[in-house]
């Protein structure tokens, strides 16, 4: 949690005055119980009324006080901490954008997603709940034992005593809610995680009569999420009747004893009635704590969690680089990526692709296909060998460098809600003109002039358009971009043969002074290609022009027929 602090820039004053003035409001908290000890012994056993009416005037005027500094301390608490979780999600947002995608894809988007919302909205409140009334415990407990020896030395131990007792077991029940607490924000991931599949693949499970299957694996994962937070309940249920069991226990005592105190003349009437409010004082601190215990266990588990993302490593970019004109614009050399297995995803990569010239790429399922593409765009950071474009290796350029060289256009296009012209104009480009040319060459101004141009609608993740209408807005917006090397990773999957066939043949034709990378599972869409690789098991099976793989690459003939038998079909 103290990581966390230096999310505070801007709200550290405001940090700092809350618990001030807790501190302040608690100090006036104990100095009403003397008042109330000089009242029964001096005015009251006296019967001084106006002196009676002073000291309870006093008492009000104090409470009044106590009760300012109580506003202005929730106030500033809860700007601190609210100023603090905007920042930390700032950092998150910006810090995602930044990490490495391999490590993104292991933690997984449903756990970064509650690590973002639910853990940081946790470590929020939790902080906030600490400036409030955590600091102010420790003062009225402290403060309490302290008055109590002052008013009656005689009888302090057994104040004292019982505060350390139930400190101790409050202790050791937070310790152990820590744990448990963790465990219940783990078994919440998995929760978001089969909600997004779910979502995501609910035509699938429909199509598949999984409905059933569907429920009774969420209904598990309920379950046991249902059991974790029981458990860490269970245990911080404990807190506030332990607390309060020692602490009355500890009150009894105190009036045995002070009972016979008084009667021996040792202390005063109004010094027992003062000490026991010491003690209550002292029990509702505890209680407090105890009950502040369950959020400060559930604040520190998100606060972990939160620096787990933190922590891992950014994909940081280079100082800069000069791109060199007579170089390649694409060159592997023995370039490999490993997602952290002891077996390469793809190796063993030597490729040299100059302006003008295309290569195609093919293989199996999982062959490295898009491994490839996510090194060339640096996506993923080679573990072995190099990967340089025009020139230079991949790692020197700054983000904005590389993207200028380099351009993608994903298997899977991500359209983002808002209008046609809106995810175009993340290319960079603000020309109408330009965004319908371009448009034109994905061949799909046809479809999105009959809607309203430019300015036809994109629903979330572009779901009023159909997968091939998708990708193809997504080539346009990757043509849009003109970078001399452009990566087409299975772009035109969705599409049907004569439609693709129309699509390649206006990309070529607006790419012939580009290096472009064609990765397809179709023969048909690589052939023309001036070199081919094919890919298995993320190893090279064979490297050449197509009539020299049908020749000698066995993989490659039988990926031609089953693109021939498809085509057939």
């Given at each position: 949690?103290?990581?966390?602090?230096?999310?505070?820039?801007?709200?550290?004053?405001?940090?700092?005055?809350?618990?001030?003035?807790?501190?302040?409001?608690?100090?006036?908290?104990?100095?009403?119980?003397?008042?109330?000890?000089?009242?029964?012994?001096?005015?009251?056993?006296?019967?001084?009324?106006?002196?009676?009416?002073?000291?309870?005037?006093?008492?009000?005027?104090?409470?009044?006080?106590?009760?300012?500094?109580?506003?202005?301390?929730?106030?500033?608490?809860?700007?601190?901490?609210?100023?603090?979780?905007?920042?930390?999600?700032?950092?998150?947002?910006?810090?995602?954008?930044?990490?490495?995608?391999?490590?993104?894809?292991?933690?997984?988007?449903?756990?970064?997603?509650?690590?973002?919302?639910?853990?940081?909205?946790?470590?929020?409140?939790?902080?906030?709940?600490?400036?409030?009334?955590?600091?102010?415990?420790p003062v009225i407990a402290a403060g309490g034992a302290v008055m109590s020896i002052i008013v009656a030395p005689s009888l302090w131990y057994i104040g004292v005593g019982a505060g350390v007792l139930a400190f101790v077991v409050l202790l050791v029940v937070m310790r152990a809610g820590v744990s448990r607490f963790s465990v219940m924000q783990k078994r919440l991931d998995d929760i978001s995680r089969l909600t997004g599949e779910?979502?995501?693949?609910?035509?699938?499970?429909?199509?598949?009569?999984?409905?059933?299957?569907?429920?009774?694996?969420?209904?598990?994962?309920?379950?046991?999420?249902?059991?974790?937070?029981?458990?860490?309940?269970?245990?911080?249920?404990?807190?506030?009747?332990?607390?309060?069991?020692?602490?009355?226990?500890?009150?009894?005592?105190?009036?045995?004893?002070?009972?016979?105190?008084?009667?021996?003349?040792?202390?005063?009437?109004?010094?027992?009635?003062?000490?026991?409010?010491?003690?209550?004082?002292?029990?509702?601190?505890?209680?407090?704590?105890?009950?502040?215990?369950?959020?400060?266990?559930?604040?520190?588990?998100?606060?972990?969690?939160?620096?787990?993302?933190?922590?891992?490593?950014?994909?940081?970019?280079?100082?800069?680089?000069?791109?060199?004109?007579?170089?390649?614009?694409?060159?592997?050399?023995?370039?490999?990526?490993?997602?952290?297995?002891?077996?390469?995803?793809?190796?063993?990569?030597?490729?040299?692709?100059?302006?003008?010239?295309?290569?195609?790429?093919?293989?199996?399922?999982?062959?490295?296909?898009?491994?490839?593409?996510?090194?060339?765009?640096?996506?993923?950071?080679?573990?072995?060998?190099?990967?340089?474009?025009?020139?230079?290796?991949?790692?020197?350029?700054?983000?904005?460098?590389?993207?200028?060289?380099?351009?993608?256009?994903?298997?899977?296009?991500?359209?983002?809600?808002?209008?046609?012209?809106?995810?175009?104009?993340?290319?960079?480009?603000?020309?109408?003109?330009?965004?319908?040319?371009?448009?034109?060459?994905?061949?799909?101004?046809?479809?999105?002039?009959?809607?309203?141009?430019?300015?036809?609608?994109?629903?979330?993740?572009?779901?009023?358009?159909?997968?091939?209408?998708?990708?193809?807005?997504?080539?346009?917006?990757?043509?849009?971009?003109?970078?001399?090397?452009?990566?087409?990773?299975?772009?035109?999957?969705?599409?049907?043969?004569?439609?693709?066939?129309?699509?390649?043949?206006?990309?070529?034709?607006?790419?012939?002074?580009?290096?472009?990378?064609?990765?397809?599972?179709?023969?048909?869409?690589?052939?023309?290609?001036?070199?081919?690789?094919?890919?298995?098991?993320?190893?090279?099976?064979?490297?050449?022009?197509?009539?020299?793989?049908?020749?000698?690459?066995?993989?490659?003939?039988?990926?031609?027929?089953?693109?021939?038998?498809?085509?057939?079909?």
């Amino acid at each position: 949690m103290l990581r966390l602090l230096r999310y505070l820039k801007g709200y550290r004053a405001a940090a700092i005055a809350a618990p001030l003035f807790k501190i302040i409001e608690a100090i006036i908290e104990l100095i009403v119980p003397l008042i109330v000890a000089y009242m029964i012994d001096g005015p009251i056993a006296g019967g001084d009324i106006p002196a009676v009416v002073w000291s309870g005037a006093l008492m009000a005027g104090l409470s009044c006080v106590g009760l300012g500094f109580s506003l202005a301390c929730q106030y500033l608490a809860s700007k601190a901490a609210v100023g603090m979780g905007c920042n930390i999600r700032a950092a998150l947002y910006s810090h995602l954008h930044r990490l490495n995608l391999g490590d993104a894809d292991r933690m997984g988007t449903g756990a970064l997603v509650n690590r973002l919302s639910t853990d940081v909205a946790q470590a929020q409140q939790g902080f906030a709940m600490f400036l409030r009334l955590m600091l102010r415990a420790p003062v009225i407990a402290a403060g309490g034992a302290v008055m109590s020896i002052i008013v009656a030395p005689s009888l302090w131990y057994i104040g004292v005593g019982a505060g350390v007792l139930a400190f101790v077991v409050l202790l050791v029940v937070m310790r152990a809610g820590v744990s448990r607490f963790s465990v219940m924000q783990k078994r919440l991931d998995d929760i978001s995680r089969l909600t997004g599949e779910t979502i995501r693949g609910e035509r699938v499970i429909r199509a598949f009569a999984g409905e059933k299957r569907s429920e009774d694996k969420f209904d598990a994962a309920l379950s046991s999420h249902c059991r974790s937070a029981v458990a860490a309940s269970a245990l911080s249920c404990l807190l506030t009747p332990a607390a309060t069991v020692i602490i009355n226990a500890a009150v009894v005592v105190l009036l045995r004893a002070g009972g016979g105190a008084v009667n021996g003349g040792t202390i005063t009437s109004g010094d027992l009635v003062a000490l026991v409010n010491y003690l209550n004082q002292i029990l509702l601190a505890l209680i407090t704590t105890a009950t502040l215990m369950v959020l400060i266990s559930k604040a520190i588990s998100s606060a972990a969690r939160i620096n787990a993302v933190f922590d891992l490593a950014e994909d940081k970019e280079g100082a800069g680089a000069v791109p060199d004109p007579d170089a390649p614009l694409v060159e592997l050399r023995d370039a490999a990526y490993s997602f952290g297995g002891e077996e390469n995803a793809v190796g063993g990569l030597n490729i040299t692709l100059r302006r003008g010239e295309t290569l195609g790429v093919i293989g199996t399922t999982g062959s490295g296909k898009s491994t490839l593409a996510g090194l060339l765009m640096r996506f993923y950071r080679a573990t072995e060998g190099e990967v340089r474009i025009a020139g230079r290796n991949i790692c020197e350029y700054t983000d904005a460098q590389l993207r200028s060289l380099v351009t993608l256009a994903p298997q899977k296009p991500l359209l983002f809600s808002g209008t046609v012209r809106g995810n175009l104009g993340m290319s960079g480009c603000s020309d109408d003109e330009k965004m319908k040319d371009a448009l034109r060459m994905a061949k799909a101004w046809e479809f999105v002039s009959e809607k309203n141009g430019l300015d036809s609608e994109v629903t979330q993740k572009g779901n009023n358009f159909s997968g091939g209408e998708k990708q193809r807005i997504s080539l346009a917006r990757a043509l849009l971009r003109d970078a001399p090397v452009l990566v087409l990773d299975d772009a035109a999957s969705a599409l049907d043969y004569v439609t693709e066939a129309e699509v390649m043949q206006s990309v070529r034709k607006a790419c012939r002074d580009k290096a472009v990378v064609n990765i397809s599972q179709r023969i048909g869409t690589i052939r023309r290609s001036d070199k081919v690789l094919v890919l298995d098991g993320g190893r090279v099976a064979g490297y050449g022009t197509h009539e020299q793989l049908m020749k000698s690459c066995g993989l490659y003939r039988m990926l031609g027929g089953k693109t021939a038998e498809g085509s057939a079909e």
